[in-house]
């Protein structure tokens, strides 16, 4: 009898022992979480790292190394889009348009001038329009002067006929109506007389045609009849005839 009670005494003491091993097994278990709470916080951290958001601040960057053209000031001009002007060396030409263009930089404004007999079209900056030497087409008043230039003495070469021809083109490049009526005329008078060379005969066709293409405009004619009036306005020499 004793043995038995001393036997299941042994047996109900011993038997708390066995949940040891639970113990220790959640002892293991708590690593895990600790690994786990590294892990959350590890992932946590991850996007403290900014390298990303450094790229992308870098490509926006990227488009402000190329400067944008700075805008075009409003540029004021005495001359508008469909008015009718005069380039010099080219004679009348029409303002076809008013347009913007990124040059160095830069945004600039320019009348796009269609000229009346080149058919060549002109891009001249608006701010230096009038510094370059473009003018408005003459007026019907002014038109008739030029018709009584015409019928002045004309001016031949002389002696020194470089200086002559130097002249000539100064005042076929000036710009300047009356000037180019010279040429017309003391070419003409030239021509008729003793001949002249076939440089001074481009030069004559040049100047015929800006004074054309400005009398058209300025008295409303086609190129025709601006030709015809041109023809008639020009004194006819008449030579003596030989013995």
């Known amino acids: 009898m004793t043995n038995k ?10 038997a708390p022992a066995k949940k040891a091993p639970a113990k220790k097994a959640a002892a293991k278990k708590a690593p ?6 590294k892990k959350t916080a590890a992932a946590k951290k991850a996007p403290a790292k900014k390298a ?8 926006k960057k990227a488009p402000a190394a190329k400067a944008a053209p700075r805008r075009a000031k409003k540029v004021q001009s ?3 889009v469909g008015d009718y002007v005069v380039y010099p060396h080219h ?25 009346a007999t080149d058919q060549l079209t002109v891009r001249v900056p608006v701010g230096k329009a009038v510094d370059l030497g473009v003018r408005p087409v003459i007026s019907q008043n002014k038109a008739r002067q030029v018709f009584r230039t015409f019928k002045e003495e004309p001016q ?7 200086r002559w021809y130097k002249l000539l083109t100064e005042k076929i490049n000036s710009g300047d109506i009356f000037q180019v009526a010279e ?6 008078y030239a021509q008729q007389v003793k001949g002249i060379s076939p ?13 054309i293409s400005e009398l058209r405009f300025a008295l409303n004619l086609d190129e025709e009849e601006a030709v015809k009036r041109l023809d008639r306005a020009l004194p006819k020499v008449e030579m003596p005839e030989e013995v």
Do not use: H
């Open 156 to 162: 031949e070469a002389g002696k020194n006929w470089s």
């Open 78 to 80: 005495p001359f508008s």
């Open 199 to 211: 440089a001074l005969k481009r030069m004559l066709a040049k100047a015929r045609l800006i004074i």
């Open 91 to 115: 004679g009348a030409a029409t303002i076809i348009k008013r347009e913007r263009i990124d040059f160095d930089g830069e945004r600039q404004e320019y009348f796009v001038l269609e000229i």
């Open 52 to 59: 990303p958001a450094k790229k992308t601040a870098a490509a």
């Open 5 to 14: 009670k001393t036997t299941a005494k042994t047996a109900t003491k011993k």
């Open 183 to 188: 040429v017309v005329r003391d070419l003409t």
């Open 32 to 37: 895990a979480k600790k690994a786990a709470a």
